[in-house]
Structures are given as C-alpha cells and as structure tokens.
C-alpha cells in the first residue's frame, strides 16, 4: 500500500498525448517500468485495461490492489496515480490509472467546467454514434479521432491495454513513442489537447476518490496521497516529527515515525498541510531492516503535539493493524480495514458506528 506524488507541469499551448496498444500486460508492464525509469513524472501517465478477472465467479467487485497483483502491475502499482476500479455500465469494469483514467470517471463534471469549448465541443459531436461509449467519448476529449478512439475503445473492451503518456515537450513524446514500439505495442497512436482540459484533468487527479460519477461506479479507488517526510521542503512540524520516536497511550515505546500521509493542498503551508494529514506512518521490529514492519495510524488517534508522540491506543493494537507498504497501492478498502481495526471515524464519513479497538 503506497502513496504517490502528484508534480507540477509546465503550461503551454496544448498537450500531446502518445498511447501504446498493448495485448499482453506483461508487454504493459515493461512499458510502465520503462516509462518509471526514464524518471517520467506519473501524473502524466495513464493507463486503462479489463478487469475481466474481477467478473469471474467467487472475485466479488475486484480492489485495486487484487486487479494490480492480477494484472502484473505488482512493480509500479505504488507509483501510478489515480489508481480506481470502475464499473462502466454494458462496458465491464476497469483499472485505471493517470489523466485518461481519471476522465473516464470524471468526464461528466469535466464537461460542465466549461473551460476548454474546443475539447468539449469536439466530445460532444462525437457523442452519439460510434463514439456513443465512455471510453471512447473520453479519448476523444484527448483529441484522439472518432474512428481511432472508437478502435482502442473497442479493443479494451476485448482486453487489451493501453498505457499513455501526456506531455508537452516534443523530445519526450518521440521518446515514449520508441518506447512503446520497443515493448511490442500493436498500435501506437497521438492527439493534441488544450492546455486548459490537461489543467481540468490534473485537478481531478489530485482530488480524493469519489464513489460515483455519473453512473460509473468507482468500486475502489488510490487517493493521491503525499507522504510529507519524502518532501524535499517539508512543513517545519513534520520535520521534527519524521522520524522521531512514538509510544503507545501506556507510555511504552513502539518505534519510530515512517511517514506522514497527506492529501494534497492548494496554495501549501504548514497549517493546510497540518489539516491535510490522515495517518502518521509508525515504523518498528528489529534495529535492522529484516523484520521491520509498519502500519500506518490514522492521524486523529495520534497526539502529535507531545513529545515523544503518542498513540492512543495500546501497543497490542497497533501491532496487530494492517501492515502498511508504500509499494504497494493504498486503497479505500486497505483504508477501510485501518480505521476498523482501530475504531476510528474514517476522514470521508459523517457518522460511525464501528467499536473501538481493544488489546
């Protein structure tokens, strides 16, 4: 379960977005791995594939982290952004990650912002007809074609994949195009978008995870969370608690301080960034790295105004929480069996019903 982050992007004119067609996610995923190495930032990247094992007999919905394992997506399922299971009505269900990913869902609220007409105009021409589908009505509000966006439409829905990458720098885009040729995509296609829609999807993408939208589902999802120790500026509060030791409500010490997770913030300083936080990531085990475990805490449960920190639950409790790995995704269902173990009123609810946790 992990966490990724979301940079800034130089504005231009407009965006380009290169996608590969893949048939093998294994070919996928050396992409992806490919695209991670060359220190591409991940909110530039999408992806979009089935789910076909989640509509299998005894798979139940399908959670981002088993479509991730499933799908071979186990070395960048950490890293991606944006990452969300979608249940798109007569269309199956998705993983999907990154700008294309997160318009699949968003595209209704997308279109009603009303800031980029000739993006929108051109989806809604397409609207009907052979574009009548919301994977391709989303293409197209990338720029692709309607008879090209009703092609990779059509293919997803066979199972293929598609990985993409949205830029404004001309070298960069030649370079992921070689990139996909050289990890045998069967289809390697590119469209120009508005600087205005690319700003538009870029705000969703760095929003928490909505249930639904329109009528897709949004069955699981990554909320695109920042662990602030990993910032090069972090606030000042959270330098002098990264890596500072904690103990638990007896006084008896647990470990040390991992992490501090946090949505993103508009205009950042150190008391949104405070209000922003929902776990202290709480590290301990053997003084080597073998052995060593963490979980991550919810933030209301943990006084970070003491010295040493404390959390207010016993030792037993915490040691028994969901292991948490920024590797892996962090999802809404990882997010829920936390703040069930522990008895706390997760950030996203009014009301809670749940007991707290004893040792």
């Given amino acids: 379960?992990?966490?990724?982050?979301?940079?800034?992007?130089?504005?231009?004119?407009?965006?380009?977005?290169?996608?590969?067609l893949f048939e093998d996610t294994l070919d996928m995923e050396r992409a992806l791995i490919?695209?991670?190495?060359?220190?591409?930032?991940?909110?530039?990247?999408?992806?979009?594939?089935?789910?076909?094992?989640?509509?299998?007999p005894g798979k139940g919905s399908g959670a981002v982290s088993r479509a991730v394992s499933d799908h071979t997506l186990d070395a960048v399922g950490g890293w991606l952004v944006g990452l969300a299971e979608l249940v798109v009505p007569d269309a199956g269900t998705y993983l999907v990650a990154g700008p294309i990913g997160v318009a699949v869902a968003e595209m209704p609220s997308l279109n009603q912002t009303g800031t980029s007409t000739k993006q929108y105009r051109r989806a809604h021409e397409h609207a009907s007809g052979e574009v009548d589908h919301p994977l391709a009505e989303t293409l197209v509000y990338?720029?692709?074609s309607a008879e090209e966006s009703h092609y990779l439409a059509h293919r997803l829905s066979a199972g293929d994949a598609i990985v993409g990458h949205t830029t404004s720098e001309?070298?960069?885009?030649?370079?992921?195009?070689?990139?996909?040729?050289?990890?045998?995509?069967?289809?390697?296609?590119?469209?120009?978008?508005?600087?205005?829609?690319?700003?538009?999807?870029?705000?969703?993408l760095a929003r928490p995870a909505k249930g639904t939208s329109s009528e897709i589902v949004v069955a699981d999802a990554v909320d695109p969370f920042l662990n602030l120790c990993d910032l090069?500026?972090?606030?000042?509060?959270?330098k002098s608690i990264c890596g500072a030791k904690i103990v638990d409500e007896s006084g008896a010490e647990l470990g040390e301080v991992a992490g501090v997770l946090a949505l993103p913030v508009d205009e950042p300083n150190d008391e949104k960034w405070l209000q922003s936080v929902r776990y202290v990531v709480v590290r301990y085990g053997r003084v080597l790295k073998l052995g060593r475990r963490r979980v991550a805490v919810p933030?209301?449960?943990?006084?970070?105004?003491?010295?040493?920190?404390v959390i207010n639950a016993p030792a037993a409790v915490v040691h028994r929480a969901p292991a948490y790995d920024p590797e892996t995704p962090f999802s809404?269902?990882?997010?829920?069996?936390?703040?069930?173990?522990?008895?706390?009123?997760?950030?996203?609810k009014s009301r809670r019903t749940a007991k707290p946790a004893t040792a």
């Fill in 142 to 144: 990338f720029g692709f």
């Fill in 170 to 204: 001309p070298d960069t885009l030649r370079a992921t195009r070689r990139l996909f040729a050289d990890s045998d995509a069967v289809h390697i296609g590119q469209a120009q978008m508005e600087e205005s829609a690319f700003r538009d999807v870029q705000r969703q």
């Fill in 332 to 348: 809404r269902r990882e997010e829920e069996a936390i703040f069930d173990h522990f008895g706390a009123q997760p950030y996203w």
């Fill in 1 to 20: 379960m992990g966490a990724s982050g979301i940079s800034e992007t130089k504005s231009t004119a407009g965006r380009f977005t290169v996608v590969g």
């Fill in 34 to 56: 490919a695209i991670r190495q060359a220190g591409r930032s991940p909110a530039e990247i999408s992806v979009i594939l089935r789910d076909q094992s989640s509509e299998q």
């Fill in 232 to 238: 090069e500026r972090p606030p000042i509060w959270a």
């Fill in 299 to 309: 933030k209301d449960i943990v006084d970070v105004e003491k010295k040493p920190l």
